[in-house]
DNA sequence: ACCTAGTTTAGATTTAGTCTAAATACAGAC
DNA sequence: GTCTGTATTTAGACTAAATCTAAACTAGGT
């Protein structure tokens, strides 16, 4: 029983508009991790008015402000989007560049070992390696 | 016995000019993780010529491509640099934007955690949380 | 000293993202 | 339902990070 969209804007105290509706319905459809470019190029379409740019951009600064969505850096310079905000990590293929995501359960928990001097907060893994897709 | 830069340089086979020296000598010396507009303001008092930040930029991509720095994604936009270049990790402070290096052996082996379908070449784990600096 | 492939340079260009100020649309009050 | 104030959207200008270009230079082998 996942949430709708609007639900979940609705939930996290994000005003609806048209546009916000249909970046984030995007962005939880897809298991991509999408550029803001890769958001409007998949987005625009499917409204009937034209989409700006900068609402792409103010749309997706404020998911990631009311914690809809996730920042994903995985590679210099371009910054990725993720609907999936529990705690998880991403495993980049380095041959396709493929991004997927790890759950938190699927790792020993690391969240302790810092200790005392280092307050940790939340912690992101980034794997690097060969994704062996002879499965499912 | 830490090596100098030049050794170093000159053991991973990047050519040597003194641009790429001042560059590499600088990183070995901080424990900073310098941006590269961070590295030209640094580093170009300390050459009698003038430095290009195209420079900047060919040397430090040089310097990831042939083992001798790495590069740091801890936040959108801006590429870091670190002259450490055993295997670690990042923590950042996020009251200050520090960034402190977190050893390997601090963390429990998860390299393995992954299995099969993924094979793990390298990973980083990224902290973000309170510094508790009271401490030499 | 010479040669040449690799490096550096200034400046133009590209790309990611932000800013601006005017037009528009949401949502609460009536 | 319509009014109204505030937040959002827009196109395009702007900024910042990084790359590209093509000419000048230099390291280092002969």
Redesign the interface.
């Known amino acids: 029983m996942s949430l709708t969209a609007k639900e979940l804007l609705t939930i996290k105290g994000v005003k609806l508009t048209s546009q916000r509706l249909v970046i984030t319905d995007y962005l939880m459809q897809t298991h991509d991790h999408p550029t803001a470019d890769e958001v409007l190029a998949a987005v625009a379409e499917k409204l009937p008015m034209a989409l700006s740019r900068a609402t792409v951009y103010n749309t997706l600064n404020a998911l990631v402000e009311a914690g809809v969505i996730r920042?994903v850096?995985?590679?210099?310079?371009r910054?990725r989007y993720d609907a999936n905000t529990s705690e998880h990590h991403h495993?980049v293929d380095?041959n396709s560049g493929k991004i997927?995501d790890?759950p938190q359960e699927?790792?020993?928990?690391?969240e302790k070992?810092?200790g005392?001097?280092?307050?940790?907060?939340?912690?992101?893994?980034?794997?690097?390696?060969?994704?062996?897709?002879e499965?499912p």
């Not at 850096?73 to 310079?77: D, H, I, K, W």
């Not at 699927?106 to 690391?110: C, D």
């Not at 005392?116 to 897709?133: H, I, M, P, Q």
Request: hydrophobic share 40%.
């Open positions: 920042e850096l995985t590679e210099p310079g910054t495993f380095i997927i790890i699927m790792l020993p928990n690391i070992a810092l005392e001097k280092y307050k940790v907060r939340s912690y992101t893994v980034t794997f690097y390696g060969d994704l062996n897709d499965s």
